[in-house]
């Protein structure tokens, strides 16, 4: 973390409007009810801040990553799928998602452990400050929080894993690798024989390119790699994309168990209706 | 993964400018049907490319310098776009260089910039309307003005901008604010009382979802109703299916109709003229209360209930019963209903809770539009027949029979897919109120 110093940009007056220009020619603007937090750690800039709407909101590098009112949207459809459709899932590793809401989703199954792997120390920090759902979560017992690059982890660890979720970011900056052949490639060895990948890919319309891609060469390496689609309101296109990789478990016929309770978003419906592919796509 | 020169990220940086191409591929892939639409968009895109790649990186710095980028008009003929094409991809490999030292340039001013901007921001908070309007730059100080963005004020506490790369026609009908813009990622986009109806990009996505369930269900509908629907392209979905011998539309705005015939052609593709269909301009409820007409399906495709808009009582309880003596025997009623997003979704729940009093078959729907940005929820409500019970096969080959493979967002897949409503909304369905005409829904922006 570098420190504040008194004069520096980030005591510039607060503005009471945040946006993020999702596109070009568009921008979302969430008016500014408070100012939680704001600083620049060693890989991004991180703000938070209070809505009325939305709750608090977190942007990473000017960038929406978690509205407390909208999260449970991309969390549970990360994690759910996943581990539903994975008959009876113990060893579970998140890479990504400092912000807490995949692990909070992995704990409500009867897993033996998790491990999160984030990158920065102070996403976590903040968001176990504000984000009441960390705490918590960080104080179970199944999880373990590691610091460190997600890359680096997957090549050194010697354990093999039933559910891999890549909640990484976009395809700059330190989550670039994140989206490359090697990287599956590795997860793809650390991978159990039951196993499942799932992981974010961007927006269903505004990255169809790179969905594109990365679905020519997950096909080329796993038997089942399907694509699938849920609403993120404040993500840009209100659209996003999830891979599911497996080589034995087909996730088009459905959850393996009962869906869990208390669930927001993620039904059995839900989950066949998510996998159906608009076709403008492929 | 090479980084793709350009995907737009919701990553940490704009990419080079990409959203663009992946627009490109997809529309013009898509649109070889509509002529010079997709040329268009490929044009336009390619100008896209040409300037973001040299600026783009999303710091607060650099807005401005993309801003004065911005501020250059981009002309609409389609000539220009046509010109552009070409040029603006081999721009892209020229430009690389150039690239590099803008770059540098730009961090040595870039503290200077950002103090500049601040400084602005504070000057020129400014009110239009209820809202209260924050000008993203200093120099467009909110205008409605080619460069300048445009706020849809969807609350007070939420809302989203668009870029204005010209303006196509802005005024005001006697019923509604008409704003008409070209923006460089959606298209044309249409706006009635400052709240977006639809966008070039994917309007086929809500027409399809709007209009193609409510016919499919129906085995062979012939007399159609649709209220609203200025831009045509409801009447145009709606021809697509060979059994309708009749496609009467409703709207109250005639101004409005002739600005979309002249303005957003792609959107009704001549469906105006199209001999089965029938043009009345007068108020809907006076419409549906007086004509001695029976309808097998009626759509819809109103504003939502504005403070003073011409559709508040178009969506009561009172209208709905009407409605419903209107339609045939097995007729099928769809709506456009609003927002399902989990803040906004009071509208969709209680127009559902609404139509549950009158029709026994009620089944809520939803759909994403990018251009809209929140899920958007659609309510079939039917006296007899019921999409969700229909069998797979059936809807293939209702598909078939009508030729309507080749639609662009629905397939029979799609089709089933639509009906499945998330956990939160299912639930909030039974809470909703029913709206009358003495307790109508106005939305609060």
Request: aromatic share 12%; charged share 30%.
């Amino acid at each position: 973390m570098i420190p504040e110093k008194p004069g520096s940009r980030k005591h510039r007056p607060r503005s009471k409007i945040i946006w993020e220009d999702q596109t070009p020619a568009s921008g979302l603007f969430f008016r500014v009810k408070k100012w939680l937090h704001r600083e620049k750690s060693r890989f991004q800039r991180i703000e938070l801040v209070e809505n009325e709407t939305y709750g608090r909101v977190l942007l990473l590098d000017g960038l929406v990553q978690t509205t407390e009112a909208d999260e449970f949207f991309y969390h549970e459809m990360l994690v759910q799928p996943a581990l539903h459709c994975h008959p009876e899932a113990e060893r579970v590793l998140v890479i990504g998602g400092g912000d807490g809401g995949a692990l909070r989703e992995v704990l409500k199954h009867p897993v033996k452990k998790v491990t999160l792997v984030e990158i920065d120390e102070r996403v976590i920090e903040v968001a176990k400050k504000f984000f009441s759902w960390l705490e918590p979560a960080l104080r179970d017992s199944r999880a373990e929080l590691v610091i460190g690059d997600g890359n680096d982890y997957i090549a050194k660890t010697t354990e093999k894993f039933d559910v891999i979720l890549v909640d990484s970011s976009d395809p700059v900056g330190p989550s670039a690798v994140l989206h490359e052949k090697e990287f599956f490639l590795r997860l793809k060895s650390k991978l159990r024989s039951r196993g499942v990948i799932a992981g974010q890919s961007g927006s269903a319309f505004f990255h169809q390119q790179a969905i594109r891609e990365k679905r020519a060469f997950l096909q080329t390496m796993f038997r089942y790699c399907q694509f699938y689609f849920g609403p993120v309101p404040t993500y840009p296109g209100g659209v996003w994309s999830y891979f599911f990789l497996s080589n034995r478990i087909n996730p088009l016929r459905g959850p393996a168990k009962p869906v869990i309770p208390g669930l927001k978003y993620y039904s059995r419906e839900v989950h066949l209706a998510a996998f159906v592919v608009p076709p403008y796509l492929y | 993964m090479h980084v793709k020169s350009g995907e737009f990220n919701r990553g940490r940086k704009l990419g080079r400018g990409d959203a663009c191409l992946s627009v490109r591929t997809s529309l013009l892939a898509k649109n070889k049907r509509s002529g010079g639409h997709g040329l268009i968009l490929s044009g336009m895109n390619a100008r896209i490319n040409h300037r973001y790649v040299s600026n783009h990186r999303w710091e607060k710095g650099d807005r401005g310098s993309n801003h004065e980028a911005r501020k250059e008009p981009l002309a609409l003929a389609g000539e220009k776009f046509s010109q552009g094409k070409g040029e603006g991809h081999e721009d892209e490999d020229e430009d690389e260089d150039e690239d590099v030292e803008e770059e540098k340039m730009e961090k040595e001013k870039e503290k200077e910039k950002e103090e500049e901007e601040e400084e602005g921001k504070e000057e020129s908070h400014r009110k239009i309307g209820n809202i209260e309007h924050v000008p993203v730059f200093r120099y467009n100080g909110g205008m409605v003005r080619d460069g300048a963005f445009f706020i849809e004020p969807f609350t007070a506490d939420f809302f989203r901008n668009f870029h204005i790369e010209k303006i196509i026609y802005e005024g005001k009908t006697k019923q509604q604010l008409v704003h008409i813009f070209a923006n460089r990622v959606f298209g044309k986009v249409l706006f009635l009382d400052r709240r977006i109806q639809s966008a070039e990009i994917d309007e086929f996505i809500f027409h399809e979802c709007l209009v193609h369930p409510g016919l499919l269900v129906h085995p062979a509908p012939r007399k159609v109703l649709i209220l609203g629907g200025g831009e045509g392209a409801t009447l145009r979905e709606t021809l697509r299916h060979p059994s309708v011998s009749r496609a009467t539309m409703i709207d109250i705005d005639r101004q409005l109709v002739a600005l979309c015939r002249r303005y957003l052609p792609e959107w009704s593709r001549g469906a105006f003229s199209n001999r089965r269909s029938r043009l009345l301009f007068q108020d809907a409820r006076q419409f549906v209360e007086k004509t001695e007409e029976r309808f097998d399906v009626i759509i819809s495709d109103l504003t939502e209930p504005l403070e003073g808009g011409p559709s508040v009582y178009l969506f009561t309880l009172e209208f709905f019963r009407r409605v419903a003596q209107v339609l045939s025997e097995d007729g099928v009623f769809v709506l456009q209903a609003g927002s399902t997003d989990p803040h906004y979704h009071r509208f969709f729940s209680s127009l559902s809770r609404t139509l549950r009093e009158v029709f026994p078959v009620v089944r809520p729907y939803w759909a994403f539009m990018f251009s809209f940005g929140l899920p958007w929820g659609f309510v079939l409500a039917s006296k007899r027949h019921d999409p969700v019970t229909m069998e797979t096969a059936e809807i293939g080959r209702r598909f078939q029979e009508r030729k309507l493979r080749r639609l662009r967002y629905l397939h029979p897949a799609m089709f089933s897919s639509l009906f499945v409503l998330p956990v939160y909304l299912l639930a909030d369905l039974e809470k909703a109120d029913v709206l009358t005409d003495e307790k109508p829904f106005i939305w609060q922006a």
